[in-house]
């Protein structure tokens, strides 16, 4: 009698799928520690270069604060519509309209994780821009006819930071229920231009540099970016009601 044959299991639809869900929250995860490592590589050079008083930084920071206070001490009305914008992005001003589309959104969708992924990315990133501004310290900008005044330390600014962060964050979690192209590419300028604006803001009011503000706004983005993927890792991404993709 010939010995029996010992066959390996065969690896049927679902072990293959296994597999592959595996190997995509690997990839996820490896790609959220990617721009997480490269977002603080970036925030982390620049505040380096603040702390260090590099002279081009410094030269250019200086100019342009100048340049965009004296712009808006010689325009009343301007001066005027930057202090609403000042006082309507404060983050403080922000969270509950912020937090009330991120509930709506639960309520259309029925998605809790989603939602709550959401909520405690914007609390975060408010938290960790206030930490950053505690560790680097940086003095606001000194003016002979300051326009504005503003309590606290400049870098990074934390209306660039939480604006970018609560933009992006709404972005992404409306995005699978967004049905065309138009209306995403409408999302994604709509949340540039907030942060752009807000970012211009604090320059021409003469309260933060244009480092304070690149810096801001790259921690914001990058960090929900990160965030996002480390969620997609821990919760694979749901189908929204009526969505293909």
Not at 46 to 66: F, M, Y
Request: charged share 15%.
């Amino acid at each position: 009698m010939r010995p029996a044959r010992h066959r390996s299991p065969a690896r049927g639809p679902q072990t293959g799928g296994a597999a592959r869900a595996t190997a995509g929250r690997t990839r996820r995860l490896v790609r959220a520690a990617l721009v997480g490592v490269t977002t603080g590589a970036a925030v982390v050079a620049i505040a380096l270069l603040v702390r260090e008083q590099w002279p081009p930084l410094v030269q250019l920071d200086e100019h342009a604060v100048t340049a965009g206070a004296a712009l808006t001490a010689s325009h009343p009305e301007l001066l005027r519509t930057l202090v609403v914008w000042q006082w309507a992005f404060l983050a403080a001003h922000l969270l509950v309209p912020v937090a009330a589309l991120c509930l709506v959104y639960w309520w259309r969708t029925g998605n809790a994780t989603r939602t709550w992924w959401a909520l405690t990315t914007i609390l975060t990133a408010w938290g960790l821009s206030n930490l950053l501004k505690e560790l680097v310290r940086r003095a606001r900008p000194v003016l002979d006819q300051p326009v504005e005044s503003a309590g606290g330390f400049s870098f990074p600014s934390g209306h660039a930071a939480n604006t970018a962060a609560m933009a992006t964050t709404l972005v992404v979690l409306v995005w699978p229920s967004l049905r065309s192209r138009a209306l995403r590419v409408a999302a994604v300028a709509g949340a540039a231009v907030l942060t752009v604006a807000t970012g211009a803001d604090r320059v021409m009011l003469g309260v933060h540099y244009p480092s304070d503000v690149v810096a801001g706004v790259l921690f914001g983005v990058g960090f929900v970016l990160a965030s996002y993927l480390a969620y997609q890792h821990w919760s694979a991404p749901r189908r929204e009601p009526g969505t293909s993709s």
